[in-house]
């Protein structure tokens, strides 16, 4: 999708510089905030692996993955480095961590929305790089969000199942987590390949989150 869109800059190479600026700080900022939500909220609840690995920090350079990265500017889908944490630390324990599975998804959203704040009050003017630049802001860290939440290993939103299903229900999880890795790229190749599974199932709410917080 988003290489597609740039393509369609190919005759405009000033919109294209633009473009491409705002995709790739987009990215870098939700990506950072995504993974620096999810070691903050591992130490506020009490484990301090990710201070020790010297991921407690919004210095992007700590939670880029460079393979991640290049993968959601050609596929859509990505990821930064995972956060490193250990539930048996965890004020509440396996509880605790769908609080720490969340708080990155949480964070672009919580993003998504303050950077719509001066779209919905018009102070920045449409059609304007100011303007687009808030769009792809919103429109990746909406993308993170919803993304992530699938419930594959090893999203987050698999990681938020392992906390909040009962007990019995755990070792027919770990059994998906061995496969999880083996599935997400098998959907990402279908999209690659042109079947666009993901882009069906995460399309519509990526356009009702973005289409609320530009007031659209």
């Known amino acids: 999708m988003l290489l597609s869109e740039l393509d369609l800059l190919q005759h405009d190479p000033f919109t294209w ?36 690995h010297g991921r407690l920090t919004l210095n992007p350079l700590k939670h880029l993955d460079p393979i991640g990265s290049i993968m959601i500017l050609l596929v859509n889908f990505g990821w930064g480095k995972p956060t490193p944490v250990n539930p048996f630390n965890l004020a509440g324990g396996r509880r605790s961590m769908s609080i720490v599975a969340l708080a990155g998804p949480c964070s672009n959203i919580v993003l998504g929305f303050v950077l719509g704040i001066p779209i919905r009050l018009s102070l920045v003017a449409a059609s304007s790089d100011t303007f687009d630049f808030f769009v792809w802001m919103i429109f990746i860290n909406t993308a993170l ?4 939440m699938l419930p594959i290993p090893p999203l987050d939103g698999f990681r938020f199942a392992l906390g909040v299903f009962p007990r019995d229900a755990l070792p027919l999880l770990a059994n998906v987590e061995r496969f999880g890795p083996i599935a997400l790229f098998g959907v990402i190749g279908l999209e690659w390949i042109g079947i666009p599974i993901l882009s069906k199932l995460l399309y519509p709410p990526l356009v009702f989150f973005v289409r609320i917080m530009v007031g659209a």
């Open 145 to 148: 969000a919803i993304f992530n």
């Open 17 to 52: 510089v633009i473009t491409l600026i705002s995709v790739i700080t987009s990215l870098v900022v939700g990506i950072t905030i995504h993974e620096g939500s999810h070691a903050a909220s591992a130490f506020l609840l009490g484990d301090k692996t990710a201070q020790h």
